[in-house]
């Protein structure tokens, strides 16, 4: 069993390759790392664990899969592009592996002149995230090649997801929820955040779930200023409020939920208000969820609410972002974006402040798919838990 789907795969490759003609380019160059999963994702459907990776696509042959030796047979198994190369660079460090076949960047490109595949200009993609030393080594092996920057127009094809797309993603926010109710449940004073995450990420991983696209969220009391506070072993007391996210994928691509709850089952006022607060701001910034709207215009009336109840010097976030192969992708739709809604873009309405010196920190978090009049909810038990007040 595999977690990509063939003609979606033969599609992206094909939008690829345009890219490629219209840049009058030979190949593109995709790297991927465990971290950096989604570029490389999008292509295979497949990421090594330990090692890092590329793929080179030609404009016109067969794509190789650049790895190494011990993420091989797992690639080969499992990948869309399963003709694999092996180079030291994407390599664990000092790690030796005596049996595999280790080639270099420089027999690489003999080898694709060889068969006549040229290699003139190549277009490379990920290059924020690239190594130095696979930079400098494919560059030295490819020395005969121009290497253009195309990392803006591959990624611009991730942004639109085709209907098989947001059916993994409607998949992923169905198990949210049910993580959420599992979270929430045991949720309670003298419990240990882990124990939390581990009751969330046990729900969806036994519902299918591939991965997660970020470490489970539990931050409890002072905890939940840190943004993005990972569980620990820190017993939940008494009159905290815990901060709670999770985002599972269902074959690559990312649901999420993020809710702030009371430990011990009851808000206190203080605590409710500031609850309501955010969800105000979620409710107005929903309102904005329609085709032609700009990160500008979307970003107003969450700020605005966030002025009107004191809120907005612990404002971190934007009240937005699009979300796929990441939870968190682009494009974000902050105040100085000129990224518009399109039909078909999936969204996180995403509120959330930190650093509060009462109220510490708290988030809200659910998706939406964009339609040609508006949006649908990805989740709409939870899109009806955070649209009212508690």
Excluded at 17 to 43: C, P, Q
Excluded at 114 to 139: C, D, W
Excluded at 188 to 201: K, S
Aim: with cysteine; glycine share 8%; proline share 6%.
């Amino acid at each position: 069993m595999s977690y990509f789907n063939q003609q979606e795969t033969e599609a992206r490759i094909a939008r690829v390759r345009e890219i490629l003609r219209k840049k009058s380019l030979d190949a593109a160059l995709i790297y991927y790392d465990e971290l950096n999963v989604a570029n490389g994702w999008y292509l295979t459907g497949w990421c090594p664990q330990f090692e890092k990776g590329c793929v080179l696509l030609p404009v016109d042959g067969e794509p190789l899969l650049l790895g190494g030796p011990e993420s091989e047979p797992f690639a080969k198994m499992s990948s869309a592009i399963t003709d694999t190369r092996n180079f030291t660079p994407f390599m664990v460090p000092d790690e030796e592996y005596p049996n595999a076949t280790i080639s270099t960047f420089d027999s690489l490109y003999k080898e694709l002149a060889a068969a006549k595949i040229p290699m003139r200009s190549i277009g490379i993609v990920g290059t924020a995230a690239l190594p130095h030393n696979v930079y400098v080594q494919f560059e030295s092996g490819f020395a005969g090649s121009k290497l253009v920057d195309i990392t803006d127009e591959y990624e611009s094809l991730r942004v639109l997801k085709s209907p098989w797309e947001i059916e993994q993603i409607r998949s992923a926010f169905t198990l949210t929820f049910s993580a959420y109710e599992a979270m929430k449940a045991i949720t309670a004073p003298g419990v240990y955040e882990h124990q939390v995450a581990a009751e969330g990420e046990y729900v969806c991983r036994k519902a299918g779930a591939n991965s997660f696209a970020f470490s489970c969220i539990v931050g409890s009391g002072e905890r939940a200023s840190a943004v993005v506070p990972t569980a620990l072993n820190k017993r939940m007391e008494d009159g905290e409020l815990v901060m709670v996210g999770i985002a599972p994928r269902i074959n690559g691509y990312a649901g999420v939920i993020g809710e702030s709850l009371p430990v011990n089952g009851v808000y206190t006022q203080r605590q409710k208000d500031c609850v309501n607060y955010l969800r105000e701001a979620f409710a107005v910034t929903k309102d904005m969820l329609r085709p032609g709207v700009s990160g500008r215009e979307l970003d107003v009336p969450g700020r605005k609410s966030f002025i009107k109840n004191g809120l907005i010097d612990y404002l971190v976030c934007p009240f937005a972002h699009t979300i796929g192969l990441m939870e968190a992708e682009g494009p974000f739709f902050g105040p100085n974006s000129d990224d518009v809604l399109v039909p078909g873009m999936t969204v996180c309405v995403d509120i959330s402040f930190f650093g509060h010196p009462e109220l510490h920190g708290a988030r809200i978090e659910t998706g939406y798919v964009i339609t040609e009049t508006g949006c649908e909810p990805l989740c709409p038990p939870m899109d009806a838990i955070l649209s009212k007040e508690v």
